[in-house]
């Protein structure tokens, strides 16, 4: 069964102090892993895709990493407008095209 | 353009009553997609559909869901005798026949009183 386990459940930032933000998973041959961003009340927003081991993707003050047993998605300088919770999730390589996502990191970057 | 748009974004419902939840996808997304969130939980698959049919609904968590998507656009994701335990937040999700992002909806908060 697929899983997706993401730490820390929540993390308070200084505006400006950077840090990362964890997901491990165990897929059956992983197809994809995603990033979304969800704000309060809101549907998950699409941030990246990561195909394979050693791949990465950069948006504004986010990078995202890939080994083969977790991800790393790294914020630099973080403003408060990046409060939200990030939700990691993967797609099996199986066919099936059902997300497996995480509980979530819940960010609060404070001013 | 346009995102998911889902209708209502509010739902209230007496404990036994009948629900249908709609969804409009991203126009010319072949393949649609129900999830449901819990309070501080990720989402959690129910349903997919490639075109009309359903190819995926495993994760329905028994008979009292169902869901069409009888023209290959609009989805509606119906539940009867509804319970308590059915409040979440419903979520709808498209993405492009040839691609894997699913780009997701606001979704509808659903209360079972």
């Known amino acids: 069964e697929d899983q997706v386990t993401q730490s820390p459940e929540a993390l308070r930032l200084q505006e400006g102090e950077s840090s990362s933000l964890n997901c491990s998973y165990t897929v059956s041959g992983l197809r994809g892993l995603f990033w979304y961003r969800q704000d309060p009340g809101k549907g998950p927003e699409f941030l990246f895709t990561l195909y394979s081991a050693g791949e990465e993707k950069e948006k504004e003050r986010l990078k995202a990493t890939l080994t083969k047993k977790e991800s790393f998605l790294h914020i630099t300088a973080p403003k408060p407008e990046d409060s939200a919770t990030y939700l990691c999730?993967?797609?099996?390589?199986?066919?099936?095209?059902?997300?497996?996502f995480g509980s979530g990191t819940r960010l609060q970057v404070q001013p | 353009g346009a995102g998911v748009s889902q209708t209502p974004s509010n739902k209230v419902t007496e404990k036994g009553k009948y629900v249908e939840l709609r969804c409009d996808p991203i126009?010319?997304?072949?393949?649609l997609y129900w999830y449901r969130q819990s309070l501080g939980q990720g989402p959690e698959f129910l349903i997919y559909?490639?075109?009309?049919?359903?190819?995926?609904d495993s994760g329905l968590p028994n008979d009292r869901f169902f869901a069409v998507r009888p023209e290959g656009s609009v989805s509606t994701l119906k539940i009867q005798r509804t319970e308590r335990g059915d409040s979440a937040v419903y979520l709808c999700?498209?993405?492009?026949?040839?691609?894997?992002?699913?780009?997701f909806g606001p979704g509808t908060r659903l209360l079972v009183l």
């Open positions: 559909f490639q075109g009309t049919g359903a190819a995926d």
């Open positions: 999730a993967v797609q099996a390589g199986t066919g099936r095209r059902a997300l497996t």
């Open positions: 999700a498209s993405s492009p026949g040839s691609q894997e992002t699913q780009y």
């Open positions: 126009s010319g997304h072949t393949a």
